[in-house]
């Protein structure tokens, strides 16, 4: 396997850990959280991250690599602020990986889905960052 491929390979890796970090964040989180529309939106986002893990792992296999994810310790967030901030760093993390991802990527059709990943998570951030504007306003 060439090493560009290899690279590839270990960057959606992290990508599926990410995902799994904040499908297991979810919903604890939409438990905690009373406002009706917010804990609507986190669903949305959730559903959206479950269809990610299996989009990434989809590729991978492709690639021909073994998709592996590690799942991320659950810390307790005590409020609201905390809980926006803990995905807040996940879809910063998210769009970070899939930027990676896409300039190492050679083939057209996978870089494409790549950067629709990555604008996916940038419409999380934009969500989070409204409802967390909210918050403080
Ligand atoms: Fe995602
Ligand atoms: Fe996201």
Not at 59 to 71: E, N, R, S, Y
């Amino acid at each position: 396997m060439d090493k560009d491929r290899a690279e590839l390979i270990d960057i959606l890796n992290e990508s599926i850990s990410a995902e799994y970090g904040a499908l297991f964040m979810l919903p604890q989180h939409m438990a905690q959280v009373k406002d009706a529309d917010l804990k609507k939106k986190l669903q949305e986002i959730s559903r959206m991250e479950l269809e990610h893990a299996e989009k990434t792992a989809q590729m991978i296999l492709a690639l021909g690599g073994q998709p592996v994810a590690d799942i991320p310790s659950l810390r307790p967030r005590n409020n609201l602020q905390e809980i926006l901030e803990a995905h807040l760093e996940g879809e910063r993390q998210a769009i970070d990986i899939y930027t990676r991802a896409a300039a190492k990527c050679r083939d057209p059709k996978l870089k494409e889905a790549l950067l629709e990943l990555k604008k996916e998570e940038e419409e999380h951030q934009r969500i989070l960052e409204i409802a967390k504007a909210r918050l403080i306003t």
